[in-house]
């Protein structure tokens, strides 16, 4: 009986630490909110597109941003939505610059697509710990 005493605390230690410890990935810092897009204008290296930050409107009135030709899909048209899979976010990686139809120089952001989720740095930390010990 004595024993049990003993070792159920060791137990009950082990669980809640691991219920209040780190997770093994976080969200990534970098990514912007915005999950869909709608092209306004391709090209052969990419597209001009819009963002739809709005759920409520149909067509797209937020930020114009350059997204790379690496990041649609073969066929991409103007008018064509983009929408980002939900284990990835768009980030800003830079700008694009183009000139307009009326002839003037315009840079934009452009968006690169990453992993949604990053290894947690205190979790990391953790496991490197453990194993010195």
Same mark, same amino acid.
Do not use: W
């Given at each position: 009986?004595?024993?049990?005493?003993?070792?159920?605390?060791?137990?009950?230690?082990?669980?809640?630490?691991?219920?209040?410890?780190?997770?093994?990935?976080?969200?990534?810092?970098?990514?912007?909110?915005?999950?869909?897009?709608?092209?306004?204008?391709?090209?052969?290296?990419?597209?001009?597109?819009?963002?739809?930050?709005?759920?409520?409107?149909?067509?797209?009135?937020?930020?114009?941003?350059?997204?790379?030709?690496?990041?649609?899909?073969?066929?991409?048209?103007?008018?064509?939505?983009?929408?980002?899979?939900? /284990?990835?976010?768009?980030? =800003?990686?830079?700008?694009?610059? %183009? @000139?307009?139809?009326?002839?003037? !120089? #315009?840079?934009?952001?452009?968006? /690169?697509?990453?992993?949604? =989720?990053?290894?947690?740095?205190? %979790? @990391?930390?953790?496991?490197?710990? !453990? #194993?010195?010990?």
């Amino acid at each position: 009986m004595k024993k049990i005493f003993l070792i159920l605390p060791i137990v009950l230690c082990s669980c809640v630490s691991s219920l209040f410890g780190s997770s093994e990935t976080i969200k990534n810092p970098d990514c912007q909110r915005v999950r869909r897009f709608q092209i306004i204008q391709s090209f052969d290296n990419g597209a001009l597109a819009s963002d739809c930050s709005s759920r409520i409107l149909k067509t797209c009135f937020g930020q114009l941003v350059f997204i790379p030709k690496e990041h649609l899909e073969d066929g991409y048209f103007d008018g064509q939505y983009v929408n980002v899979e939900k /284990k990835y976010c768009p980030t =800003y990686e830079g700008t694009y610059k %183009y @000139i307009n139809r009326q002839n003037i !120089s #315009k840079t934009i952001p452009r968006i /690169k697509i990453i992993d949604m =989720y990053i290894p947690n740095p205190e %979790y @990391i930390e953790q496991i490197e710990n !453990s #194993k010195k010990d």
